[in-house]
């Protein structure tokens, strides 16, 4: 089991490029999340999934596209990358049981991302 | 907004000596859990507690849950050096969306050897 696994590990953008952060998931998790970590502001939600098909936002969206097309996948997308959005990025998934979040998430290692 | 707060910010202890963080919140909850996030690593998880529990063990781990007050609290017994790291409570919100776990900006545990 290889759990979350999160690709690039660290990646270097210029002002403007677009790319594509990947997280995979292989414990048939229904949800899945993204977090951005900047120092002193601890993890805030960027977008999160209950499931193929469903996407949302969370506490900071703008920037960032997502979309679930099979359980396992839940790709992060900058459209045109600004220095703001520099910062390590973090996937997580969780089982669902009913409509809550009564389980534990489990995390990537995390996606360093500086953009200059 | 970010829904629970933990304090303090920072923590420096000896090994052996016990550390207690705490957390609080600002609406009910469904559960609430603590997460650890050693330098430069992903986060992981510790131990969930049910708005409907008041304490829960795991090992050298103590939370207690005191939902009259919206506030939480972890204790790490008899600490070692191994424990130095940044430490999360996370919650989510009951009545909200019940799928946005929202973390706190952490404290920052040293344990000097």
């Known amino acids: 089991n290889a759990g979350v696994t999160q690709t690039p590990k660290f990646q270097v953008l210029k002002t403007g490029q677009s790319m594509t952060l990947q997280c995979a998931q292989d414990m048939n998790h229904e949800y899945m999340s993204w977090y951005r970590q900047d120092p002193g502001m601890g993890l805030r939600l960027i977008h999160y999934s209950v499931g193929a098909g469903i996407t949302d936002q969370g506490e900071v969206p703008n920037g960032y596209n997502v979309s679930r097309s099979t359980t396992e996948d839940f790709p992060l997308r900058l459209l045109s990358a600004a220095p703001s959005q520099t910062s390590v990025y973090f996937c997580?998934?969780?089982?669902?049981?009913?409509?809550?979040?009564?389980?534990?998430?489990?995390f990537g290692q995390g996606t360093r991302l500086t953009v200059v | 907004s970010q829904q629970g707060e933990e304090d303090p910010q920072a923590l420096s202890i000896q090994e052996g000596e016990n550390a207690t963080m705490n957390c609080s919140y600002k609406t009910s909850i469904n559960n609430l859990q603590w997460y650890r996030q050693n330098s430069g690593r992903g986060l992981v998880h510790l131990i969930l507690i049910r708005s409907n529990e008041r304490e829960k063990h795991s090992g050298r781990l103590r939370v207690t849950l005191d939902t009259s007050k919206k506030s939480s609290s972890l204790l790490i017994t008899a600490s070692r050096a191994a424990d130095t790291a940044s430490y999360f409570c996370?919650?989510?919100?009951?009545?909200?969306?019940?799928?946005?776990?929202?973390f706190g900006k952490g404290t920052l545990l040293t344990v000097n050897p």
């Open positions: 996370a919650t989510d919100a009951l009545g909200g969306s019940n799928y946005k776990l929202t």
């Open positions: 997580a998934s969780s089982p669902l049981q009913g409509a809550l979040l009564y389980s534990e998430a489990f």
